[in-house]
């Protein structure tokens, strides 16, 4: 079977399943892929997970948000994939890991440096909009429509 590849790869604890749902759902609908487990069951099963999650945080996504919580932090697979995760973001040298607070947790291994939201005050449409963004889907709107415009009217507008 070919090897997916995701826009953003989703890290939580079973216990936050709710929020990472929610931004699921919404970054779908909008057209993201994302790699969320309750829709991977089929191909997760009998596979190796330390092998497979470990070469899907380090290869197969574009950015990798980790829903932080205490949960999150108790968990063995959580830390497994942030490892992954902390590897890729060491090796790319640019942002590829996007944190999101769900309480006042400290994400073990991710420097104090590394900007992050909370979730509240963040809501599901402005993570989503923060999310889009990172992946650039307003800058390709954006010239989808000049090129458009262009093709139609036979000039590039500024």
């Not at 999650?53 to 830390?79: E, G, M, P």
């Not at 973001?89 to 400290?106: G, R, T, V, W």
């Amino acid at each position: 079977m070919e090897r997916q590849y995701y826009d953003i790869a989703l890290s939580f604890a079973g216990e936050d399943r709710r929020f990472a749902k929610e931004l699921y759902d919404e970054l779908t609908q909008r057209g993201v892929q994302v790699f969320y487990d309750d829709n991977e069951q089929a191909e997760l099963w009998g596979k190796n997970l330390s092998d497979y999650l470990s070469d899907l945080y380090l290869n197969r996504a574009t950015y990798c948000v980790i829903l932080v919580s205490q949960h999150y932090l108790d968990k063995v697979w959580t830390n497994h994939e942030r490892q992954a995760a902390q590897a890729r973001a060491i090796k790319q040298k640019s942002e590829y890991i996007l944190p999101i607070m769900l309480d006042n947790s400290k994400l073990t291994g991710v420097f104090e440096t590394i900007a992050f939201l909370n979730w509240p005050p963040e809501n599901i449409s402005s993570v989503t909009e923060k999310i889009l963004y990172k992946l650039g889907v307003e800058k390709s709107a954006i010239s989808q429509h000049k090129e458009h415009l262009t093709h139609i009217l036979g000039w590039t507008p500024p």
